[in-house]
């Protein structure tokens, strides 16, 4: 069974860092392309973060930009955002996806989401 | 990021069919066939339902049917079931970002 399984979220103050880390199983992680995506409270969906299978090719939302940054470690089947500077409007659920079809902007599976609050 | 627009919410009986439509523009729905579409219960991560327009995952219901014309996507959902009572996002590349970006999302209720 594919899963993915988020960890790392948390309280944090703004101006604060946080490392979140996404572990699958049950799928061929190497030649995955994986993606973070967040849902502030009440609200709807974003696109934060692209990370190719072998890491050559990372894209961010301009929101994130200079501020995080994903990486992956495919020997341990994990992908992480480090997220630097936080503001109070990163207060959100983080996902991690896979790509379902690479370049479409499709996504499954989806994580459970782990909730990063940023507030002093 | 501009999302796209969707309705806010959309009702009907069990049994009938609804539309959720998704209004872009040439950048984004309109300029390419990857529009997405996922389900999503409170509390709960999203489900893909729809892929490049009209695909479907396998597993995914028959019910659950997706199209375009011009700028605007649609997803159908026909039969209505309670468990259809959910939250609905479409996604979309966009040219503008060079990134895919969301709909403001759909609230079904089944009356």
């Known amino acids: 069974q594919v899963q993915l399984v988020e960890s790392g979220g948390g309280l944090v103050k703004p101006g604060g860092s946080l490392r979140l880390s996404c572990v699958a199983s049950?799928?061929?992680?190497?030649?995955?392309?994986m993606n973070w995506l967040r849902q502030a409270p009440g609200k709807g969906l974003e696109w934060v973060s692209y990370?190719?299978?072998?890491?050559?090719?990372?894209y961010y939302a301009d929101s994130v930009k200079g501020r995080f940054t994903v990486s992956r470690d495919n020997a341990k089947n994990s992908l992480y955002l480090e997220m630097n500077s936080l503001r109070a409007e990163d207060t959100a659920v983080y996902y991690c996806a896979r790509d379902w079809r690479h370049g479409s902007g499709s996504y499954s599976p989806w994580g459970q989401g782990t909730l990063v609050n940023v507030s002093s | 990021q501009s999302a796209l627009t969707q309705p806010a919410s959309v009702s009907g009986s069990p049994g009938q069919s609804i539309t959720i439509s998704c209004a872009g523009t040439s950048s984004d729905v309109g300029g390419y066939n990857y529009v997405s579409w996922y389900q999503q219960y409170p509390g709960k991560a999203p489900k893909l339902l729809i892929y490049d327009v009209s695909s479907r995952p396998s597993g995914v219901s028959d019910r659950f049917s997706g199209s375009k014309s011009g700028n605007t996507a649609s997803l159908t959902i026909s039969g209505l079931q309670a468990e259809d009572e959910a939250e609905y996002y479409c996604n979309s590349y966009s040219s503008r970002s060079t990134h895919y970006v969301f709909g403001t999302g759909t609230e079904v209720t089944v009356l």
């Open positions: 049950g799928l061929t992680f190497s030649d995955s392309y």
């Open positions: 990370i190719s299978s072998t890491g050559s090719n990372i």
